[in-house]
Each structure stands twice: as C-alpha cells, then as structure tokens.
C-alpha cells in the first residue's frame, strides 16, 4: 500500500509531460478490482446528468505539474459536459499537500470543490496555508464551517485520501498527474490537445462494448 508513496517522494509526487497507456488497471487476481476506481465514496465529482464516459483524476496541488496543466483540464471540462470527473487526491509532496486536499474535499459541502480547486491550482506562488486560506475566500468558502466540517469528519476524509493511494498503488502509477480516461490508464501529465485525444479513444473503445 505504501509502496506508491515512496515513488511519489523520490519523483516529488510529479511525472515528465509523457503520457503512457495500460490496458489492464490492476492485475488479474487483485484485491482491488476495476470498478472501484469509479466508485467515488467522499471524493469530489462532478457528473452532468447523463455523462458518458468517467475520468478518475489523481493529483496533488502541490505538484507543478498538475498546476501547469490544470487550464488544460478546465477548458476540456467546459467544453465537454457529458463527462464525469472523479478527483482522487494524492498528498505527498508537500506538508501543506494533506491540508490542501483535506481543506478540498471538505470544500464539496459547501458546493465549493470545483472552485477551490481551480482557485488553489492556479494560485501563484507556493503551496502554503495562506494559498489554501487565499483561494478559499477567493470562492467565498465559510471557513469556519469547512473547519467544522474538517473535525466532524477528519476520520472519514483521512480513509478516502489512504483509499485514493491504494487504487494509485494498485495501478502501479508512478506519480501524478494521472488519468484513468474510460478504461484506460495515462501516467503523466496531459494537454488539452492529449486530453483529448485519450477521450476519443476512450469513447471509441467504450462504442464497442
């Protein structure tokens, strides 16, 4: 279970711009199978009323990566509505990583995840707690009630983030950003030209079944 974490910190959490393709996300025999990549529990998504095709997203916003390409990812998410998004957080970089995605996943009750993450992905500077305290009033977060909702709950957010990191584990997926597209697996980063094209593929794939 541990083993991605180690491979996260000897890359600093982040992958080259190369994007590689699996066909088989876990091993046959293992004890997590396919469908629970798409099975969200408390992670943040997003799904318009009749998607057809999931993207499961792991990240870290303290990965340079994942920030560089974060307006990749919002302009593919603008112009295609019919797909769900899943944001796996993977926090391993930074101290400030497991406040950021705690403070993110957090941000979901109050209809805020999808902001917040936008706001601190494209937030100047370093991942700090001011960053997270910055783009939380930047999308006009209540930050005492995310605080309560953080204590109420801590335990439940802390399993989702150890669950994200044992399906990462799972897919041998060494760093991040990383995609499941449909039911395809891309370690590295992706641009909107890349992102892309993996969706079509995925959809041309998925058209078979």
Same mark, same amino acid.
């Given at each position: 279970?541990?083993?991605?974490?180690?491979?996260?910190?000897?890359?600093?959490?982040?992958?080259?711009?190369?994007?590689?393709?699996?066909?088989?996300?876990?091993?046959?025999?293992?004890?997590?199978?396919?469908?629970?990549?798409?099975?969200?529990?408390?992670?943040?998504?997003?799904?318009?009323?009749?998607?057809?095709?999931?993207?499961?997203?792991?990240?870290?916003?303290?990965?340079?990566?994942?920030?560089?390409?974060?307006?990749?990812?919002?302009?593919?998410?603008?112009?295609?509505?019919?797909?769900?998004?899943?944001?796996?957080?993977?926090?391993?970089?930074?101290?400030?990583?497991?406040?950021?995605?705690?403070?993110?996943?957090?941000?979901?009750?109050?209809?805020?995840?999808?902001?917040?993450?936008?706001?601190?992905?494209?937030?100047?500077?370093?991942?700090?707690?001011?960053?997270?305290?910055?783009? +939380?009033?930047? =999308? $006009?977060?209540?930050?005492?009630?995310?605080?309560? !909702?953080?204590?109420?709950?801590?335990? %439940? @957010?802390?399993?989702?983030?150890?669950?994200?990191?044992?399906?990462?584990?799972?897919?041998?997926?060494?760093?991040?950003? +990383?995609?499941? =597209? $449909?039911?395809?697996?891309?370690?590295?980063?992706? !641009?909107?030209?890349?992102?892309?094209? %993996? @969706?079509?593929?995925?959809?041309?794939?998925?058209?078979?079944?």
């Amino acid at each position: 279970m541990r083993q991605i974490l180690a491979a996260f910190a000897a890359m600093f959490l982040c992958t080259a711009s190369f994007a590689a393709q699996s066909d088989a996300l876990v091993a046959p025999g293992a004890e997590i199978e396919k469908e629970d990549f798409f099975k969200p529990g408390i992670a943040p998504q997003i799904a318009p009323r009749g998607y057809n095709l999931t993207i499961v997203y792991f990240m870290d916003y303290a990965c340079p990566q994942c920030r560089r390409y974060t307006p990749d990812v919002e302009r593919v998410m603008s112009q295609d509505r019919q797909i769900r998004w899943i944001y796996r957080d993977i926090p391993s970089i930074s101290p400030h990583s497991r406040v950021a995605a705690r403070v993110a996943i957090a941000a979901q009750w109050q209809n805020r995840h999808h902001a917040f993450h936008r706001a601190l992905m494209t937030m100047p500077g370093r991942l700090t707690d001011a960053t997270i305290r910055a783009a +939380a009033n930047k =999308v $006009g977060l209540n930050w005492a009630k995310l605080q309560r !909702d953080i204590k109420l709950r801590g335990k %439940e @957010i802390d399993r989702q983030i150890e669950r994200n990191i044992e399906l990462a584990d799972a897919a041998g997926m060494p760093g991040t950003p +990383a995609f499941i =597209v $449909g039911e395809r697996q891309t370690n590295g980063a992706l !641009d909107y030209a890349g992102l892309r094209a %993996e @969706i079509a593929d995925a959809r041309r794939e998925l058209s078979k079944h």
